[in-house]
């Protein structure tokens, strides 16, 4: 596949950053539930978190394609990028709906890592994937906003400044449309932490950072609303798309990772007196693995090319979601078979990629979701929710 030099070159400086944070960096902080600040913070330094940041606000000014690559080489790198994907695809809302003002406001100081904007607050205990029912509320308030509710699964929101934040601002009954009423809010949690937002860690199967957020009466000023009011839920689909690529493209990543960490293994491992690689019966789930892999991969970059062109790539970037997820997830369960017991040791790592793997079928959106979207969608059958 022909890259263009500029993309190979990102993909040989990420290389070269991910080297320094080896398996060990990550065990520890798997170990601990810690947040892995050393490398979030060299990945912003090197201006990779600043991809998608116009010039003239301090950042590159990249194209997706040039995202996707750095997050696919992060995680075939053996690193987790989930620490700091949300800062590439929150960016879209904000490069898209953001006022000028806005833009100015923030994005220099999160190109030059002064601001961390890292929380997405979409999802809701109650509502589930079924985001329109969302029960958090901003209501006007002269020049302010009060927000009442609450948010689940708001990853790394203890490690961010801001958060994009969707909520009701119309009550679902008095739109014309159950699309409209919800708007999009850039907070800076910096001013509400303890007086209106409460945030609490969830412990989970991996090193993910994930939280709940309660809003209690906070106040935000009336200018963090993005866009005009009532419209949040078109922006947020918009920007789902990018989503969704930049996922893909970390599955992909990770696909390389569980490929290249069962193949080295296979050729050395060696038990009744030849390499385990030697057996068909381990050879082929990796060839079939690898076959997966680059299907899906194909499906990433065609996906990031209609989107840098300007296409509308919903079709196209579900899919690739959905291939990407299921690559992974297939590579991810091969590399353990492949290393036997010591898949399941630490020290391999192959047990912590397996558990971060696992996310991707799951979220930002699952699998049935997306199968539901073809069908709909692109297929013409009828809705089925
Ligand atoms: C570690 C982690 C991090 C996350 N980070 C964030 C974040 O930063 N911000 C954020 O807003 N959200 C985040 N999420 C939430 C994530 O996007 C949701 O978990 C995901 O969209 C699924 O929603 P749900 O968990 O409510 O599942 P549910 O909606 O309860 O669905 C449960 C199951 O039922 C299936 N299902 C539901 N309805 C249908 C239907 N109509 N047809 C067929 N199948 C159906 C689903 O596919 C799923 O398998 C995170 C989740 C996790 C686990």
């Known amino acids: 596949m022909g890259e263009s030099g500029d993309i190979l070159e990102i993909r040989r400086a990420v290389r070269a950053l991910c080297a320094d944070f080896p398996g060990e960096y990550w065990r520890i902080r798997d170990r601990d539930r810690t947040y892995p600040s050393e490398f979030v913070d060299a990945l912003t330094r090197a201006g990779f978190l600043a991809a998608l940041i116009p010039e003239i606000y301090g950042g590159s ?7 996707a690559a750095i997050m696919e080489e992060i ?48 999802s809701e205990p109650a509502s589930g994937t079924d985001t329109l029912s969302l029960r958090t509320v901003a209501v006007r308030d002269g020049d302010a ?18 958060m994009l934040l969707l909520a009701r601002t119309t009550p679902r009954e008095e739109t014309a449309s159950k699309t409209e009423g919800l708007s999009i809010f850039l907070v800076d ?4 932490t303890g007086s ?19 809003f209690d009466d906070m106040r935000i000023p009336a200018s963090s609303l993005i866009g005009e009011e009532g419209k949040g839920f078109r922006y947020i689909l918009s920007g789902m798309n990018a989503e969704r690529i930049l996922i893909a493209a970390e599955c992909i990543g ?30 082929f789930p990796i060839a079939r693995c690898y076959a997966q892999m680059r299907a899906a991969e194909l499906m990433v970059h065609h996906a990031a090319q209609v989107y840098d062109e300007g296409g509308n790539p919903g079709a196209e970037a579900n899919m690739a979601k959905l291939l990407a997820s299921e690559a992974s997830w297939a590579a991810a369960d091969m590399c353990v078979q492949t ?47």
């Not at 397996?354 to 969608?377: C, D, G, K």
Request: with cysteine; hydrophobic share 40%.
């Open 145 to 162: 906003y009060i927000v009442n509710g609450q948010k689940i699964w708001t990853s790394r929101a203890e490690h961010s400044d801001l």
């Open 61 to 67: 000014g990249l194209k997706l394609d040039a995202a």
């Open 339 to 385: 290393h036997g017991g010591f898949g399941f040791a630490e020290e391999y790592d192959v047990e912590r990629k397996f558990r971060e793997a696992r996310l991707y079928t799951v979220a930002p959106i699952s699998t049935n979701l997306i199968l539901s979207y073809l069908a709909e969608h692109v297929l013409g059958l009828p809705r089925s929710y």
């Open 189 to 192: 949690m910096r001013e509400f």
């Open 196 to 214: 209106g937002l409460t945030i609490k860690p969830i412990r989970t199967m991996m090193n993910h950072s994930t939280c709940e957020v309660f």
């Open 75 to 122: 995680q075939a790198s053996g690193c987790n990028g989930a620490s700091a994907h949300a800062q590439m695809y929150i960016m879209n809302t904000l490069l898209r709906y953001g006022s000028e003002e806005q833009k100015r406001a923030y994005l220099p100081g999160i190109a030059s890592g002064e601001l961390r904007l890292q929380a997405f607050g979409v």
């Open 254 to 283: 990770d696909a390389k990772w569980f490929i290249g960490k069962a193949t080295d293994y296979a050729k050395e491992r060696t038990v009744f007196a030849r390499p385990i690689g030697q057996n068909q019966g381990v050879q």
